[in-house]
């Protein structure tokens, strides 16, 4: 089964409105989860990490007010895409685990869609 | 810098060809581990492989092989005997000292037509 459920699969939003994405650890706790985006025909890039009980890591060039981050729970994290635009339109995708020892999970993804 | 090229973009062979992806990492660190996915129309990632930085040995499950070699910094794929189920794009990718965090290639998008 599922080791990391990701929801909603995929959302339809008008501009302006924000979307949340949740992403949950199902068979272990997770003090780290991963966030990434993927734009059509292009790769995963890293948005930010995320950390329980802390605030998230932001990569270069990823707006954090536009991105929210929230890892209130070692078994979940939330990312919300604030006053979502067109250009947010974009695949993302979450991941637990992954350090040195430890296998790594990917979410199945949700499909952001912004008209 | 870490950084993982995947130099094909796009590769189209036909059904029961043999097909290799290359991949190519920089990293400075001596403990990392190296990733294929692969990533069908549905978007989500299947996993394929994890090898890390001391495990040289080639692998081969199935159809599917693959061939690390650290003095060229490469850790190639090879799908033998292709099928049309083997469409996707393939992502390779690096997970370095800090664990987690994963750089991805730019992916190469495997077209098998029958």
């Known amino acids: 089964g599922a080791v990391v459920s990701q929801h909603p699969s995929w959302v339809i939003c008008k501009s302006g409105t924000s979307v949340k994405i949740e992403c949950r650890s199902l068979?272990?706790?997770?003090?780290?989860m991963f966030w990434y985006r993927q734009f059509p025909k292009q790769s995963l890039m890293l948005m930010a990490t995320?950390?329980?009980?802390?605030?998230?890591?932001?990569e270069q060039g990823v707006e954090k007010d536009k991105f929210l981050i929230n890892h209130a729970s070692l078994t979940l994290s939330t990312l919300t895409v604030t006053s979502a635009h067109p250009e947010d339109s974009s695949f993302y995708i979450c991941?637990?685990?992954?350090?040195?020892?430890?296998?790594?999970?990917f979410g199945s993804g949700t499909q952001l869609s912004v008209l | 810098a870490q950084k993982v090229t995947q130099a094909q973009t796009e590769i189209s062979v036909v059904e029961k060809e043999d097909v290799t992806l290359d991949c190519v990492y920089e990293?400075?660190?001596?403990?990392?581990?190296l990733f294929w996915y692969k990533q069908p129309p549905s978007g989500e990632l299947v996993f394929l492989i994890r090898?890390?930085?001391?495990?040289?040995q080639n692998e081969i499950s199935g159809r599917y092989s693959w061939n690390f070699q650290k003095s060229t910094s490469s850790f190639n794929f090879t799908i033998t005997a292709s099928q049309v189920v083997d469409s996707a794009v393939y992502f390779c990718?690096?997970?370095?000292?800090?664990?987690?965090?994963?750089?991805f290639g730019q992916g190469t998008e495997l077209s098998v037509k029958p």
């Open positions: 990293t400075r660190d001596t403990t990392y581990y």
């Open positions: 990718a690096l997970v370095y000292n800090q664990g987690g965090k994963l750089i």
């Open positions: 068979d272990f706790q997770a003090t780290t």
């Open positions: 991941s637990v685990g992954g350090g040195i020892n430890e296998k790594l999970f």
């Open positions: 090898r890390n930085s001391f495990d040289e």
């Open positions: 995320s950390n329980e009980g802390s605030k998230a890591t932001y």
